[in-house]
């Protein structure tokens, strides 16, 4: 049975850092691309970052590049997504995803507020 559980979100003030983990099970996880999503309240799902298989090659969407790292340790089957200089825009859902196989976290909550 595939499990993706996402974990890490929570409220941060403005400036402020949070890694995010999400605990793959139930497959090779070292075989799949990962990606990180979001979702706020009236936008549209957004493709946060990417990360190739083997953590060769990395991308991200402009709107994080430069203030979030993915990452992925193969042997412990997590994915990781380390957040620096958070802004309220940042405030949302955020989803791990097996893009190969559709497969989908439940997500964490991440709110950034004074």
């Known amino acids: 049975q595939v499990q993706l559980v996402e974990s890490g979100g929570g409220l941060v003030h403005p400036g402020g850092s949070l890694t995010l983990s999400c605990a793959a099970s139930?497959?090779?996880?070292?075989?799949?691309?990962m990606r990180w999503w979001r979702k706020a309240p009236g936008k549209a799902r957004e493709l946060v970052a990417g990360?190739?298989?083997?953590?060769?090659?990395?991308n991200y969407a402009s709107s994080v590049e430069g203030r979030f790292t993915i990452s992925r340790n193969n042997a412990k089957n997590t994915l990781y997504l380390h957040m620096t200089a958070l802004k309220p825009e940042d405030t949302a859902v955020y989803y791990c995803?097996?893009?190969?196989?559709?497969?989908w976290g439940r997500g964490t909550q991440v709110t950034v507020s004074s």
């Open positions: 139930g497959f090779h996880f070292g075989s799949y691309i």
């Open positions: 990360i190739s298989s083997t953590a060769a090659s990395t």
């Open positions: 995803n097996a893009p190969q196989k559709n497969w």
